[in-house]
């Protein structure tokens, strides 16, 4: 089985901030982990992902993920927040197919990001 | 890459009435798709998985007479949501898989279904 934490539903930054979401996950097997990201009334938009290879992870509009395994976190970074990054960020850690038919992704609740001038 | 579309964007449909929605891949083909449901504000719910030429496999607590799934090729799901009732109201989103250990998912942008 397979769970998601993310801490705070809601998380407000001031523009040029850095930018901390936070990320455990609990999983009975090495875990894919991603950060995606919906925009309103949108799809959801792959940040990062992480698959084993390197635990420092690098993503698009310079967001960086890192994983830990003592700590079972996925923590999402960005070290300074642009406006354009308001949304609901979105972290999940995938079965790895091994119940069969794809990788099934679980879901944290999110974190609303607010950025303030 | 790795571009899904869906269609429509926006259904208004009366009560009792089905409603079809489509999910392809653009770019790549697909070995399994994916259907989840989202409430306001709240997290994605996985409701089915779909591999192409095969039966979807239904998440507990998802009536598979409710929401019929084909997968019929490696670009092209349909969810079809029959004798839809306001509960049914909802933002539903596929989301579709590739690669040799296809291990990520690329998401469409959703459909907003409203049933009055």
């Known amino acids: 089985a397979q769970s998601v934490t993310q801490l705070g539903s809601h998380v407000s930054v001031s523009e040029g901030a850095l930018v901390l979401l936070r990320c455990n996950y609990s999983?009975?097997?090495?875990?894919?982990l991603f950060w995606y990201v919906q925009y309103p009334n949108q799809g959801l938009q792959l940040l990062l992902k992480y698959t084993s290879a390197a635990t420092l992870v690098k993503g698009i509009n310079g967001f960086e993920a890192e994983f830990k395994k003592s700590e079972t976190s996925f923590h999402l970074t960005k070290p300074s927040a642009h406006m354009s990054d308001a949304a609901e960020y979105f972290c999940a850690v995938s079965d790895r197919g091994i119940t069969g038919g794809g990788n099934k992704l679980t879901f944290g609740t999110g974190t609303q990001l607010k950025v303030e001038l | 890459g790795a571009v899904v579309s869906q269609h429509p964007s926006w259904v208004i449909c009366k009560s009792g009435t089905s409603v079809k929605i489509e999910c392809r891949s653009l770019?790549?083909?697909?070995?399994?798709m994916f259907w989840y449901r989202q409430f306001p504000k709240q997290s994605l719910m996985l409701m089915a998985t779909s591999n192409e030429g095969s039966k979807a496999t239904y998440e507990q607590g998802v009536e598979k007479d409710k929401f019929l799934i084909n997968h019929a090729s490696l670009t092209l799901s349909t969810l079809t949501v029959t004798s839809a009732h306001p509960e049914d109201s909802s933002f539903y989103i596929c989301?579709?898989?590739?690669?040799?250990?296809?291990?990520?998912?690329?998401f469409g942008p959703g459909t907003r279904l409203l049933v009055l």
């Open positions: 770019d790549f083909q697909a070995t399994t």
């Open positions: 989301s579709a898989q590739y690669g040799t250990q296809g291990e990520t998912q690329y």
């Open positions: 999983s009975s097997v090495p875990p894919y």
